[in-house]
């Protein structure tokens, strides 16, 4: 049995972004930024994935960053395409051509956790009855929203559609993340307030929500909000799977009021490259002291 404080999946990602100054290619997955960002808090850190042999690289990258990898190699990675047609950061156009494909119980048998991070891209990678099983083991267990709300449409766009397991999946979670648009597609409600009592009321004990200038987070009813100070924005893609999994692992350790902080500071930073978070724990501790504190 391999024990961790954290074990996050979701198949990799080859990432082709879009926005108004052109295209450019990234390694991504929500797993992929997701550890480096558990990892960057001084969590041991698995990260188990799906992806071609032809981009292994990412495994060696991974482990250069302390974390341990367990990769199933596919016939294909799965692709994505992130259009941003705008200077909104939550407005973008999501195409799935091909994916990795889906996750079973047997990737996990011989693992613990403190914490499971489920942070898929779309709906087919983690099956109900992987959910039931984690949901049966010791841990948080924690969801990204965007695994189970986003399915493949006509020519592979990414649309929000209908969640039959939804109740279901949501009374299994201890921390669930969602979106401004993902809260108001599952909830119908626009005010983010009003849809993380409603996700609460659902199942899940704690809901953090983003958004364009921070995060909110509610747990014991109450609401705890954290705005992001990135200097520049480069990296809006992983803006989730960073703020999801720094939540996650701070909370291990200290209280919602206290976690959000962190990964408020810790996503800021990261939005300000195209790479996962990669800098020293020092960086986010002198923002929270100059913008938090």
Same mark, same amino acid.
């Given at each position: 049995?391999?024990?961790?404080?954290?074990?996050?999946?979701?198949?990799?990602?080859?990432?082709?972004?879009i926005?108004?100054q052109?295209?450019?290619?990234?390694?991504?997955g929500?797993?992929?930024?997701?550890?480096?960002?558990?990892?960057?808090?001084?969590?041991k850190v698995?990260?188990?994935?799906?992806?071609?042999?032809?981009?292994?690289?990412?495994?060696?990258?991974?482990?250069?960053?302390?974390?341990?990898?367990?990769?199933?190699?596919?016939?294909?990675?799965?692709?994505?395409?992130?259009?941003?047609?705008s200077?909104?950061?939550?407005?973008?156009i999501?195409?799935?051509p091909?994916?990795?494909?889906?996750?079973?119980?047997?990737?996990?048998r011989?693992?613990?956790?403190k914490?499971?991070?489920?942070?898929?891209?779309?709906?087919e990678?983690?099956?109900?009855?992987v959910?039931?099983?984690?949901h049966?083991?010791?841990?948080?267990?924690?969801?990204d929203?965007?695994?189970?709300?986003?399915?493949?449409?006509?020519?592979g766009?990414?649309?929000?559609?209908?969640? =039959? /397991? @939804?109740?279901q999946?949501l *009374?299994?979670?201890?921390?669930?993340?969602a979106?401004?648009?993902e #809260?108001?597609? &599952? %909830?119908?409600?626009?005010?983010?307030?009003?849809?993380?009592k409603?996700?609460?009321?659902?199942?899940?004990?704690?809901?953090?929500?983003?958004?364009?200038?921070?995060?909110?987070?509610?747990a014991?009813?109450?609401?705890?909000?954290?705005?992001?100070? =990135? /200097? @520049?924005?480069?990296?809006? *893609?992983?803006?989730?799977?960073t703020c999801?999994?720094?939540?996650? #692992?701070?909370? &291990? %350790?200290?209280?919602?009021?206290?976690?959000?902080?962190?990964?408020?500071?810790?996503?800021?930073l990261?939005m300000?490259?195209?790479s996962p978070?990669?800098?020293?724990?020092?960086?986010?501790?002198?923002?929270?002291e100059?913008?938090?504190?």
């Open positions: 049995m391999k024990c961790y404080d954290v074990l996050i999946f979701g198949n990799y990602t080859s990432d082709t972004i926005t108004k052109g295209s450019r290619h990234v390694d991504g929500g797993f992929n930024y997701g550890a480096h960002a558990a990892v960057g808090l001084g969590c698995a990260a188990v994935t799906r992806l071609a042999k032809t981009d292994s690289h990412v495994v060696g990258m991974l482990e250069n960053a302390g974390i341990d990898v367990f990769p199933t190699f596919t016939p294909s990675s799965t692709q994505m395409i992130l259009d941003y047609p200077d909104n950061p939550d407005e973008r999501l195409t799935c091909q994916t990795a494909g889906s996750y079973t119980i047997e990737q996990f011989n693992f613990s956790a914490a499971w991070l489920i942070n898929t891209s779309v709906r990678e983690a099956p109900v009855e959910v039931e099983y984690l049966t083991q010791p841990g948080l267990l924690v969801a929203t965007q695994g189970f709300v986003r399915v493949r449409g006509a020519s766009r990414l649309v929000h559609a209908e969640w =039959p /397991e @939804k109740r999946v *009374s299994m979670l201890d921390i669930l993340k979106d401004i648009k #809260a108001e597609s &599952l %909830t119908s409600e626009r005010d983010l307030k009003k849809a993380a409603i996700l609460n009321e659902w199942g899940p004990a704690e809901i953090v929500l983003t958004h364009r200038s921070g995060i909110l987070v509610y014991g009813g109450k609401y705890y909000e954290a705005e992001f100070y =990135p /200097e @520049k924005l480069i990296g809006r *893609s992983g803006r989730g799977d999801i999994a720094s939540y996650a #692992a701070k909370r &291990l %350790t200290a209280p919602p009021e206290e976690a959000i902080i962190w990964s408020a500071a810790m996503t800021s990261k300000e490259a195209d978070f990669l800098r020293p724990l020092a960086d986010v501790e002198r923002l929270i100059r913008k938090y504190r």
